[in-house]
């Protein structure tokens, strides 16, 4: 396979163990280079691997049935691989303190469900920043911590 293509693989690999339906924490290990950024407006930036997975932990923990998937095929050039996505989560677990604009007391039980594009840039086959611009204004109103006017 080409770089390009090895680059799809582990991006797909990425979108499906750590955002999709069956969280396996070893992926960050396995596919994250030690100092990976992660980077979406709705959190501040997460720098290296436990960072990462202690944010994705705590995501989990407050949304138990969180997933996202792809919405379109992925797009490579050289290090880099763009994705279109949709997901969210029923907030059912503990309270999430993690929302740049606020936080949810424990079990709210409001859902979210939003839409988003990912860029993330590999080097050597790893993960070394996944920067994503997603429609957090929809999540942030559904979750009532940003109302309309």
């Not at 407006?41 to 969180?66: Q, T, V």
Request: no cysteine; charged share 20%.
């Amino acid at each position: 396979m080409s770089q390009v293509e090895d680059n799809k693989a582990t991006v797909g690999r990425w979108f499906t163990e750590f955002w999709g339906d069956n969280y396996n924490p070893a992926v960050v290990d396995d596919l994250a280079a030690p100092d990976m950024v992660l980077h979406y407006s709705l959190h501040d930036p997460r720098n290296g691997r436990e960072d990462i997975k202690a944010f994705m932990a705590d995501f989990r923990a407050a949304f138990p049935d969180l997933s996202f998937a792809g919405a379109a095929d992925l797009i490579a050039e050289g290090d880099y691989v763009v994705g279109r996505w949709i997901g969210g989560g029923t907030h059912t677990g503990s309270a999430f303190y993690d929302f740049l604009a606020g936080s949810l007391p424990a079990a709210t039980g409001k859902k979210m469900r939003f839409t988003g594009t990912t860029v993330l840039r590999l080097q050597n086959g790893k993960i070394v920043e996944e920067i994503g611009l997603d429609d957090g204004v929809t999540a942030l109103q559904q979750l009532g911590l940003l109302k309309a006017v």
